[in-house]
């Protein structure tokens, strides 16, 4: 029933408020669908608040909820679509309207997204991202992999490509639906296969653009698994540049396109002949500088004049030899010539000091009978026969009479 009220009459302010807050919470909790145009996340407060609007009309509300509730809801965005369990309030104290959320989904494309940020951040913690566990791609692969759908614009684009880079290219197809309820299976079985094989060395899953739906199977938890867990490289080339389904990022490499795929797994022949005839006009002009610089080291030491005349140095030796012989020469005769006058004196005067040389001044030597020299006059006695030897011959005689010298006076002696 409506409130009666005049002028004279008025409703106090807190009956209209509450009654209105009656009125208003008696609509009960319902779902509701609508954008979200702003939403403000408070660090370490529990009550966060966002605002959605109608998807046609010009019609926003402010709706309050918790931090648990948000993070319940996966990665939010400004601009999703979300469905809203909410229930519609009224402050009395601000008598400002407002709805408390206590749960939200995205719906949509949003709810897609959603959960393939959740999936995303699952494999992530398993490791399946890490960049160091990525498999380099051979420089030139015996077989090349593809997966993909028969008769594709992909299977077409890849093989084209890659045979005008490298015309001698040999394919192992396994085709797989690309699209569809069976598809992320189908494709994962036909990578094992791939895999098992001895010859290829590189595997390339190819699928053209497409909706988000249609390229929700290349993002599937059980095909990323069995791609991080093949042996052999797997390039990831789904959909177009902008795509980015959870393949490309568990792949060893990631190809924007099918046709970036067969840049990537082949080298251009054309652009490799040109390197490999670079390479060996280098490598001759490399060979040619070494031969002039080593000629003309040749030449400078052929230059030199014991190359231009190998007797020269001989010669020189034997100059030197001949020099070193005359000296050695001269100071062995000057050392002779000193050395023989030296003995010259030495035997002259031996010969002076010799008795020969007394004897032929004409002394004599006297010794006793038995040959014992005299010295003195007290050697011998009278009547005793002496022999007296001289230069020519010996004479014997009698001693007559010994007189002994008298002995010189000592002038400082007194008298």
């Not at 999703?80 to 402050?91: G, I, K, M, S």
């Not at 080298?267 to 070494?290: C, F, K, M």
């Amino acid at each position: 029933m409506p409130l009666e009220s005049s002028p004279e009459q008025p409703q106090p302010l807190r009956v209209v408020v509450n009654a209105l807050k009656d009125y208003v919470e008696r609509t009960g909790a319902i779902w509701v669908e609508g954008q979200v145009i702003q939403l403000t996340r408070r660090a370490g407060q529990v009550t966060q608040f966002l605002t959605l609007r109608d998807k046609l009309a010009e019609v926003s509300v402010k709706i309050s909820t918790t931090t648990a509730v948000l993070d319940a809801a996966g990665p939010l965005v400004e601009g999703q679509v979300v469905t809203a369990w909410v229930r519609p309030t009224l402050w009395s104290r601000s008598g400002s309207l407002t709805f408390e959320c206590r749960d939200i989904r995205p719906s949509g494309e949003g709810r897609l997204l959603a959960h393939l940020e959740q999936t995303k951040r699952a494999l992530q913690a398993e490791g399946l991202f890490a960049s160091e566990l990525k498999k380099p791609l051979p420089f030139l692969p015996r077989r090349i992999g593809l997966v993909t759908a028969e008769a594709s614009a992909a299977e077409r684009d890849v093989i084209e490509n890659v045979r005008r880079r490298w015309p001698a290219a040999v394919f192992e197809i396994r085709y797989a639906l690309m699209q569809g309820a069976n598809c992320a299976l189908d494709v994962a079985d036909a990578v094992a296969v791939l895999d098992k094989h001895p010859e290829v060395d590189v595997i390339v899953i190819a699928r053209g653009g497409g909706s988000l739906e249609d390229l929700l199977p290349f993002s599937d938890a059980g095909l990323a698994r069995a791609v991080f867990a093949a042996r052999t490289p797997v390039v990831s080339a789904i959909g177009h540049e902008t795509d980015t389904p959870i393949l490309d990022l568990v792949a060893d490499v990631r190809a924007s396109t099918p046709t970036d795929a067969a840049k990537r797994v082949v080298p251009d022949a054309a652009a490799e002949a040109e390197r490999v005839a670079q390479a060996r006009l280098r490598s001759e002009q490399a060979i040619l500088g070494r031969l002039a610089s080593e000629q003309r080291q040749l030449d400078a030491l052929r230059s030199r004049p014991v190359l231009r005349d190998p007797s020269a140095t001989i010669d020189i030796a034997a100059q030197r030899l001949h020099d070193l012989a005359g000296r050695l020469g001269r100071a062995i005769g000057v050392r002779l010539d000193g050395e023989a006058d030296t003995l010259t004196h030495t035997i002259a005067r031996v010969r002076a000091l010799s008795p020969q040389a007394t004897l032929q001044r004409g002394y004599a030597i006297l010794s006793t009978a038995d040959g014992v020299t005299i010295t003195s006059v007290t050697d011998v006695m009278p009547d005793e026969t002496i022999v007296a030897r001289l230069l020519d011959g010996e004479i014997a005689a009698a001693v007559i009479d010994v007189e002994p010298a008298d002995q010189p006076s000592d002038e400082n002696e007194e008298p």
